[in-house]
C-alpha cells in the first residue's frame, strides 16, 4: 500500500451509524495508517465512546448535550477532548482533516457538510440531504476551497467511477439502478396495509431506518435522481431510473456512440467508501470479489411511478428547482418519522410530501431570500411544519 497517495487525517461525521460504522471497518479492515481528528454522533454515546477509545481521536463529539455527562465519564482519563451540541458537531467538521466522512442522516448534515467541504478537505459525501438541499452551494464551497466532494451513495460512486467529466457532453443518459426495496411486486391494497417492520427489512442492503424506509417508497431513488443531476450536471430528462432487483449493476452512464458503461460490486458499502477514501487510487481490502456465476442473472425493469409516486415528486420537484428539492426533502423527513412512530401509513408517506409541496407553492413558501442557503433553512422550516400539519390532518381523519 506503499505508494498509494491516501489521506492520512481523517473524520467521520455520524460515526454511529450505518455509514459510519463501515466506514471505520473499512479502515480497520484496510489496515490503512490514519490519524482521527474528529468522530461526530448524534446520541449513541456507548458506541461513540467505544470507537473513540479505539481511533483515539483529538475531539468527539455527541450533538445531544444531554448525553455529555456519559460521554465525559465514558472517555474519562483518555485524553480525548469531549464537546456537545451542533456548534460542536460543527467544529468536528472543522477539524484538521484532509479526508472527511459526512455521514449524518438527513437535514442535519447540510452544515457540518459545508463547514467540511470550507476547509478544501475531500468530502466524502454519504449524506445526500445536503446536495438535495444546497446542492449547487455545497459543491462551489468545496471547488473554490480547494477540495472536492466524491459521491458515497453506491449508485453516484458507480456513475463517479465511469463518468468522463472530460466527456461530459457526450454523455446522454444517467441510468440510476434501484432494487425496487421490499414492496416493489406489491400492489397498492396491500402497501396501504404494510408496517415499519415490513418496510424496514430491506432485501439487499443494511441502513439506517430512515435511508431503508425511503427505499421502500421509492423516495430515495426521487432523492438520488436530484443527487446525480446536481454532482454530474445532468438535466432532469437525462437522468433515468433502472429495476435491477440484485443490486450488483450499481448504475450506468450511456455515451451517445451507444456505448453504456457499468460498474458492478455486491452491495457493500465499504466498496464505494474504499473508493471515496483512495480516489484515484483502489484500496485493497479483504472484500468479497464479485460472483457472476454464483449471481447467476440480472434482471431489469422499468420503474412503476402509479404505485411509487414518490419518485415523480422528486423527479418534479428537480424540475421546479429552487428549493422544492429542499421542501421535499423535508416533508419526507416528517412523514417517514411519522410512519415509523405508526401516526400514518406507508402510502400516507408520499401523501404528505405531495400535499406538502401543493401547500408551499400556493403560499409561495421557501422564496424569501437570495442566499441559497438561507432560503434553504427557509424552505425546510417552513415545510416541516407544513408537513406537520398535512399529518395531524391525515390522523385526524384515520
Ligand atoms: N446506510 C447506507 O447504506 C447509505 C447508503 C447511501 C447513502 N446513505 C446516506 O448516508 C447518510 C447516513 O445514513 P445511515 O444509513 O448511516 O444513517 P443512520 O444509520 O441512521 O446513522 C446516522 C448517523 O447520524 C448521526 N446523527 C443523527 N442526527 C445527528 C445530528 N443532528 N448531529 C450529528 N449526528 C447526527 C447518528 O448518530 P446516533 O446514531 O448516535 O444517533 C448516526 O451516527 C444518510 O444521508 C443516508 O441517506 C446511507
Redesign the pocket.
Known sequence: MGSLNLPRKVSV????????V?TLDLLEKARVEVEVSAL?????VE??AEQALRWRPALAV??DESKLPELRERLHGSGIATAAG?AA?LEAAAADAQWVMS????F??LA?TLTAAKTGAIVAL????SLICAGPALLRTAKLAGGAVIP???EHSAIFQVFAPANAGQVSRLILTASGGPFRTWRREQMARATPEQALAHPN???????TIDSATMM?KGLEVIEAAYLFGMEPERVDVLIHPQSIVHSLVEYADGSTLAQLGPPD?RTPIACAFAWPDRLPWPCEPLNLAKVGSLTFEAPDFERFPALRLAKEALVAGGVAPASLNAADEVAVAAFLDRRIGFLDIARVVAETLERMDRSHAGTQSDDVLEAAHIADATARRLAGEVVSALMARA
Do not use: C, F, H, Y
Open positions: 461525521l455520524g460515526s454511529t451509524g450505518s455509514v459510519g463501515s461526530a454522533a448524534g446520541r449513541n458506541l461513540l455527541v450533538q451542533s458537531v455521514a449524518i442522516v438527513g442535519a448534515g457540518p454519504a449524506n445526500k440531504e458515497v451513495d453506491s442492503w443494511s441502513m439506517g431506518a430512515k435511508i430515495n458499502m
